[in-house]
């Protein structure tokens, strides 16, 4: 890979909408000329334009943008929450024509009802599929495990912290084992320290699984720590402008942030919104 100017940092890849990933076998996931109009009386509003993207077994991608240029409506078209104007959205080489089993989703607001205890909570999932929870309590003692909340599973969602609850949110997401986990900028209300905390939980959680994850963000920082890929998008409409390969080691600690490398992704990313006029210069 070539440099990014400045601090010797590891390059972001020549930045190309619909780049695929290693071009090894199909893609878990592909997108392809995805575009979405909303209709309404006041007249039509295109949300997305002409996404092509592949996306490969067990990586962890981050899709980043400003407000409004389509980055929870392109996670709605991978969950099959929203039909297509035109184009393809596929998982495995099937066609997305309704939310498929193999997928959880975890939304930006936790939506734990509170008159439930914390486990049935996360047992949800599995009452809605009509399995039987008995047969599911021990994977999810497992994932309470997993996010340090194992004496809270008796406690209600009213007694718990932000942060807490969206572990719990994860946790339900998680109960399925899915292959692909869709995650809709899950710790956007989260104070700084929670948010950190959180990001270390869920990179610690991707390299125990490699699970597929589809990750939203406003946060360049976030996108850059978390991922494997960086989807770049502007609006008006929604479209990828840049896809970036994060080549910093895993498992990644909080003080990668201060390196030269993780600078330069972040320097390039702020610079690729700068020329779009999303970002002031020095913002």
């Known amino acids: ?30 997108i392809a000329g995805l575009d979405k109009t909303y209709h309404s009386e006041r007249g039509d509003v295109e949300a997305l334009k002409a996404i092509d993207l592949d996306i490969r077994n067990g990586e962890f991608i981050s899709v980043l943008g400003p407000s409004g240029c389509g980055k ?16 393809d959205v596929a998982i495995r080489g099937e066609p997305v024509i309704e939310p498929p089993k193999d997928t959880g989703i975890v939304f930006q607001r936790d939506v734990l009802l509170d008159w439930r205890s914390v486990l049935d909570n996360i047992l949800l999932p599995i009452e809605f599929a ?12 497992e994932l309470l495990h997993l996010f340090e909340l ?12 932000g942060g807490m609850r969206q ?16 995650m809709d900028e899950p710790f956007g209300a989260l104070d700084a320290i929670t948010r950190d905390e959180l990001n270390l939980e869920l990179e610690r959680m991707w390299e125990a699984t490699h699970k597929t994850i589809v990750f939203i963000t406003h946060s360049i920082p976030e996108a850059v720590f978390l991922s494997s890929r960086v989807v770049v998008m502007s609006r008006n409409p929604g479209r990828i402008v840049e896809i970036l390969d994060i080549d910093l080691d895993r498992p990644r600690a909080l003080d990668i942030r ?3 490398a993780f600078s330069g992704y972040v320097r390039h990313i702020r610079e690729i919104f700068e020329g779009l006029g999303v970002m002031k210069r020095g913002q």
């Open 1 to 30: 890979m070539a440099a990014l100017p400045g601090d010797g940092a590891p390059a972001a890849p020549a930045g190309v909408a619909g780049a695929s990933g290693d071009g090894i076998g199909e893609p878990y996931v592909r």
């Open 150 to 161: 194992e004496d809270f599973a008796d406690r209600y969602p009213w007694e718990l912290s």
């Open 72 to 87: 929870s409506t392109l996670l709605k078209c991978i969950a099959g929450l929203e039909d297509l104007t035109s184009g």
């Open 130 to 141: 009509r399995l039987r929870t008995a047969d599911w309590r021990g994977k999810a003692l």
């Open 258 to 260: 201060e390196t030269p």
């Open 167 to 182: 572990r719990v949110a994860i946790c339900r997401g998680l109960i399925r084992d899915p292959s692909l986990l869709l």
